[in-house]
């Protein structure tokens, strides 16, 4: 959606075809027994990027939905008896720190201070790095940049440089999980999250995190983009080095370029020709994937104390967890687990005296999904659950949904049933990443999660960027 606003912004006629019946992909929501969940989006970080890009426009996300600033961000909890409550703003958090760890404020600002150098030279600066040459790398500004940037170091090794008591470190590396790797595979680059967490802090809009798809549709259209649901992709038309349309729903439609923002994988190994491909199978079964998850929907008839509006639950050892996500993977076997309650903070999407409550698990991508082994695992995390927060859960469950790898298979055409796309390892950063531009078919370009600059919406929404500049450029070259 954000590419097709570029493009027609630019002059383009363009249409998007969806195969889902409503827009949003991973982003979406749906509605049942008088509840508004969304489906995948919870934490609206990086507020600059969403205010950039509707910007570029004319418009600010405030033409569209409200946006509030939560305080506290979110709740850790790690025992019946232990949580730590995260504050907006740098002030309260330094305060929080020198409890947890005497002179650790100063180390905080430290920190903060290179995550912010990190963040404003990679967020910045990433629409001009579309990953298609190493020139990209070379240039003065990203040379002279680079050691401040600690690409070369895992965030493991940087936090503890500054901070020593278990819990700093562990909220410090809890962002990470963002990326989709274990801290010690992510470069130190990636404070910069830990930046967007503290400084930019975490917002929510009023009303769901859908409505910033309902924003980004209603611009595409007030621009020109043509929607299309139920609109499924079958096949790529190529001839010898271009594709002259797709087949959507058994019919060939003729187009110009197409830009492809379905999952990479499914896109080159379903919808092209292998004589067409980018990348082969063995060269996307070597990805590091990042995890999956296990969700679950609830409708809860009666208001839940102990939960604010973002709630994490890390009673149990991550390492292990990790391991089991991303060295041997399989179903974990005490995992910790993530509670959404958006009702806290917003009565519309829950029924009066209800509560929304969204848990999710990571998991593995790739693992055998069925009935029994989500209802085992719902089963485990509402035991703890019920006993971490000291509420009754179970007898209060008016509406119930589970959703998994086969899910964002079926939904999606998810490779391996991932979540997030690509884990952002070092080996799997910038011109790593899947390529946007396919050199064998000229007028195809990929946009994503799967390729640069990576996973969650607002990379996603500079992934639509990057890849309408480029197909401007390659435009302007063709008709010149
Ligand atoms: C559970 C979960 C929680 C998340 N939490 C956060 C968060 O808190 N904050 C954050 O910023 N990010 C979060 N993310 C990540 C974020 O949602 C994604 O990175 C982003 O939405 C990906 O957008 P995309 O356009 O690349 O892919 P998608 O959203 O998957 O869009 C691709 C679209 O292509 C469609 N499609 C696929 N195949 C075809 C076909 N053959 N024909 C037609 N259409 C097709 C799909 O239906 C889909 O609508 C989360 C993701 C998940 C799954």
Redesign the pocket.
């Known amino acids: 959606m954000s590419a097709s606003c570029f493009l027609a912004d630019a002059g383009f006629d363009v249409t998007v075809?969806?195969?889902?019946d409503s827009p949003g992909?991973?982003?979406r929501k749906f509605e049942a027994k008088g509840f508004r969940f969304d489906m995948?989006?919870?934490?609206y970080?990086m507020p600059d990027v969403f205010e950039e890009f509707f910007g570029h426009f004319g418009k600010s996300p405030a033409d569209y939905y409200d946006l509030l600033r939560l305080d506290p961000s979110y709740r850790i909890v790690y025992s019946d008896t232990d949580r730590l409550d995260i504050p907006a703003g740098v002030d309260n958090l330094c305060k929080m720190f020198e409890i947890l760890e005497p002179g650790s404020s100063v180390q905080l600002l430290k920190f903060l201070e290179e995550g912010k150098f990190k963040y404003e030279f990679s967020i910045h600066d990433l629409i001009n790095r579309p990953g298609l040459s190493v020139r990209e790398l070379l240039d003065t500004e990203m040379l002279s940049g680079v050691f401040k940037l600690h690409v070369f170091e895992s965030i493991t090794t940087y936090i503890r440089k500054f901070f020593n008591a278990p819990k700093l470190v562990e909220l410090l590396e809890f962002p990470v999980l963002f990326l989709g790797a274990k801290p010690e595979n992510t470069p130190a680059l990636y404070s910069l999250m830990n930046y967007a967490d503290m400084v930019l802090g975490t917002w929510y809009p009023m009303g769901g995190m859908h409505r910033v798809i309902e924003g980004m549709v209603s611009l595409a259209k007030s621009l020109g983009v043509r929607f299309e649901f139920n609109?499924?992709?079958q096949k790529l038309e190529v001839n010898s080095t271009s594709t002259k349309g797709i087949v959507v729903n058994g019919v060939l439609q003729y187009f110009d370029y197409i830009v492809a923002?379905?999952?990479y994988h499914?896109v080159e190994q379903d919808l092209l020709p292998a004589s067409h491909r980018r990348y082969s199978e063995a060269y996307w079964q070597k990805r590091v994937m990042a995890p999956s998850?296990l969700?679950f929907y609830l409708g809860i008839n009666k208001k839940v104390d102990n939960l604010l509006h973002h709630t994490l639950f890390f009673d149990e050892d991550f390492k292990k967890h990790a391991e089991e996500i991303y060295d041997d993977p399989q179903w974990p076997s005490a995992p910790q687990f993530y509670v959404s309650c958006p009702s806290k903070t917003d009565p519309s999407v829950a029924p009066t005296g209800c509560e929304n409550v969204f848990i999710?698990i990571p998991v593995a991508p790739g693992l055998t999904d069925n009935e029994w082994t989500r209802e085992k695992y719902f089963e485990m995390v509402l035991k703890r659950l019920e006993h971490l927060i000291g509420q009754n859960i179970r007898d209060h469950i008016l509406f119930k949904r589970s959703y998994a790898h086969q899910d964002f298979i079926n939904?999606?055409?998810a490779f391996k049933g991932n979540?997030?796309?690509l884990a952002n390892t070092l080996l799997q950063t910038a011109n790593l990443k899947p390529s946007i531009i396919n050199k064998k078919v000229k007028n195809l370009f990929y946009t994503?999660?799967l390729t640069v600059p990576g996973?969650?919406?607002?990379p996603?929404i500079i992934s639509g960027q990057v890849v309408a500049k480029e197909l401007i450029k390659k435009h302007r070259e063709f008709v010149t």
């Open positions: 075809f969806e195969k889902n992909g991973r982003a995948g989006p919870s934490w970080w609109s499924n992709v923002s379905a999952d499914h998850s969700i999710l939904d999606y055409n979540a997030y796309g994503g999660q996973p969650g919406v607002p996603a």
